[in-house]
């Protein structure tokens, strides 16, 4: 479905076409009274049906929009709403990712542009549901502790562009199962060979275990890059991942 933005303009909250019963107190959460439009220019993907509740793929595409400042990728229904809070500075508009889905639910991602325009897209996603409220497989298997923080990466050029893959080893804790406290990745910066930002991203605990995120950069940002993220714990992590190399690293916790 697609709202002309001028529709957007009045400052009144669309109705929403999945039908969400939390529509309206998410969207007050989240937009705070700025105009929102359903645009089909915001392309997300996830499948129809999750089959693992633990890790459902996601992939955000919004480079069909001008200035983008903000991608936010929430799900209406999830205890922990928001994922990922991602600011493409200087990056293309695009981000990929795991979440956790607690029931069936709307996912949903919403583009900020820089005229201050909230533009939306979603989809009804099914789960069997404890996404959020089951231990993850690290902490059943009791080895969490011993691979925290390690980093894979790689990164690969062509065709006017570098798509950047990394993950860490993370539990991700939600806080929601019993004994085991809140404690998961918060945020994340990638930055170019030079020590420019390129993107910066706020990270949520409906994230996957084992979190992993694909980011779009132009062909000409750089020949390595780095990646920097920090836990509620205090702790810190990161890695230097060349372009077009292909190889897999590793970084220990610093």
């Known amino acids: 479905m697609f709202v002309a933005p001028s529709a957007a303009m009045a400052g009144e ?23 929102v439009v359903f ?21 955000v595409d919004a480079r069909a929009l001008d200035s983008v400042e903000r991608i936010v990728l929430f799900a ?7 994922a990922v809070d991602y600011r493409p500075l200087r990056a293309q508009a ?32 099914d789960a069997a549901g404890g996404g ?15 691979h925290l923080g390690e980093m894979r990466g790689a990164a690969w050029a062509g065709q006017g562009e570098t798509r950047i893959r990394f ?16 404690y998961n990745i918060d945020t994340l910066s990638l930055a170019d060979d030079a020590g420019v930002v390129l993107g910066e991203m706020t990270i949520y605990g409906s994230v996957s275990e084992d979190p992993a995120f694909t ?14 993220a920090h836990d509620s714990g205090g702790l810190e992590f990161g890695g230097t991942i060349g372009a077009s190399n292909g190889r897999r690293l590793a970084a220990a916790v610093q």
């Open 167 to 182: 993950g860490f080893r993370h539990p991700m804790d939600t806080g929601l199962v019993e004994n085991i406290p809140a």
């Open 215 to 228: 980011l779009v950069v132009g062909a000409s940002a750089g020949r390595a890059f780095r990646i920097s």
């Open 39 to 59: 645009d089909e220019a915001v392309s997300l993907s996830v499948p129809m049906i999750a089959e693992n509740q633990h890790a459902l793929p996601v992939t």
């Open 13 to 35: 909250l669309p109705a929403d076409p999945l039908g969400s019963p939390m529509w309206e107190y998410r969207a007050g959460q989240i937009f705070d009274g700025a105009p």
């Open 94 to 125: 695009f981000v990929a990712t795991r979440i956790k889905l607690d029931q069936r639910t709307p996912v949903r991602a919403a583009v900020l542009t820089s005229d201050g325009v909230w533009h939306m897209s979603g989809e009804w996603v």
């Open 132 to 146: 959020c409220s089951a231990p993850p497989v690290s902490r059943v298997k009791g080895d969490w502790a011993d």
């Open 76 to 82: 209406d229904l999830n205890p922990i709403p928001i």
